[in-house]
């Protein structure tokens, strides 16, 4: 079933406003990727308070043309997927990463994110950081493993005393 004119007007008026609004936005290539793993993505997603899409990469560009993303026309190749969310600093980068590592079919191409673009390797570097949940997590670990070796010494002292 091919796309009416109408359609295609309606499906790049929702991609300007995406490309309008967005902090955040990954495009992957998801040839080979099923449709049960694509709802799986999809409700992966609605946790981030992102958006999935797919559009015909040729309406993609043509939204692209009106805003400063240009350079990402080149990497609009194959059955592409976008995904945008409108928080800034978003965990995104790391969901589909992560996503990508458990579904072969899953190519992350290129991603805008904190205004800039990321080709394919800035953005596998930039995902593959821990989020900020796990670094606030690594330093509280640090910061309490100090005060626990203090407390097992001490508690180590009072033994020792206690028997003598």
């Known amino acids: 079933m091919s796309t009416t004119r109408t359609e295609k007007v309606q499906q790049l008026h929702v991609i300007n406003t995406w490309v309008k609004e ?13 449709v049960a ?18 559009f ?48 072969s079919a899953v190519k992350l191409n290129c991603a805008v994110y904190d205004q800039k673009l990321l080709v394919p390797a800035e953005l596998l570097a ?3 950081l ?3 949940s ?11 493993a100090p005060v626990s070796l203090l407390v097992a010494t001490l508690q180590a002292v009072v033994s020792l005393r206690s028997k003598s």
């Open 56 to 103: 015909k990469n040729r309406l993609f560009k043509l939204a692209l043309r009106e805003h400063k993303f240009r350079p990402l026309m080149r990497y609009l190749t194959g059955a592409n997927a976008f995904v945008m969310t409108q928080e800034p600093n978003s965990a995104l980068p790391h969901v589909l990463y992560r996503f990508s590592r458990e579904h």
């Open 37 to 54: 793993a694509f709802e799986i993505l999809r409700a992966k997603l609605t946790t981030h308070h992102a958006q999935l899409g797919v």
């Open 126 to 128: 930039l995902a593959s």
């Open 130 to 132: 821990p989020t900020k």
């Open 22 to 34: 967005l902090q955040t936005l990954v495009v992957f290539n998801y040839s080979g990727l099923s």
């Open 134 to 144: 796990e670094l606030l997590a690594m330093l509280g670990g640090a910061l309490v």
